[in-house]
């Protein structure tokens, strides 16, 4: 039976290290238990910032980016969700993203990928935990946390075979709980 996955990349900022790492998580996947994994880059989707007058689950946005995203999301057989850690919590854009839409996400077998300078990203990782079981999805309890420092980051770019061992087998494990679901 094939195994997909999509990647959500929360980031959307300038200079920001999310896509390499979805990258380095991307070639984690597929060398193990994936056949295909596909990165939804919030940059690259580039939708609106949230202003929905009501609630999606009373009535979905029906704009263009937002139906696409949509149906990214409600085609997705698994989601890693990917978050860096700004003041102790997710960007906006990543929050954005997950209020436009509502029944897409129940049920989704769904991972936490963080990182960050200052503990992994933990702090953002915790919220998006609280906002992804309100949203219901089929979280797993496994997680990762890349701690980033000189070593993984050298010349702006991020360097997922300086990872400590640690944190390569919290990846590999959540993956594995993920591709079980």
């Known amino acids: ?14 200079n ?3 896509r390499s790492v979805a990258e380095w998580v991307s070639e ?14 919030l940059k690259e989707i580039d939708l609106p910032a949230f202003d929905a007058p009501v609630p999606p ?30 003041n102790q919590s997710i960007p906006a854009s990543l929050k954005g993203a997950i209020d436009y839409l509502s029944a897409e996400w129940h049920n989704k ?5 963080s990182y960050g300078y200052m503990g992994g990203g933990a702090n953002a990782a915790k919220h998006l935990r609280e906002i992804l079981t309100f949203v219901k999805t089929d ?15 050298a010349e702006g770019t991020f360097h997922g075979d300086k ?8 990846l ?10």
């Open 109 to 113: 077998p769904t991972a936490i990928v």
């Open 1 to 14: 039976m094939t195994k997909s996955l999509a990647i959500i990349v929360g980031s959307t900022r300038t």
């Open 139 to 153: 979280l797993i309890e496994e997680t990762a946390a890349i701690q980033l420092g000189e070593e993984t980051t």
């Open 163 to 170: 990872t400590t061992e640690a944190e390569q087998a919290s």
């Open 57 to 86: 689950m009373y009535a979905p946005n029906e704009s263009a980016p937002v139906k696409a995203w949509a149906a990214q999301i409600e085609a997705a057989e698994r989601l890693v969700v990917l978050t860096p850690e700004y």
């Open 172 to 181: 590999l494990a959540a993956l594995k709980a993920l591709a079980d679901k």
């Open 16 to 18: 920001r290290l999310g």
């Open 28 to 41: 984690l996947a597929s060398q193990h238990d994936y056949d295909s994994v596909e990165l939804l880059d």
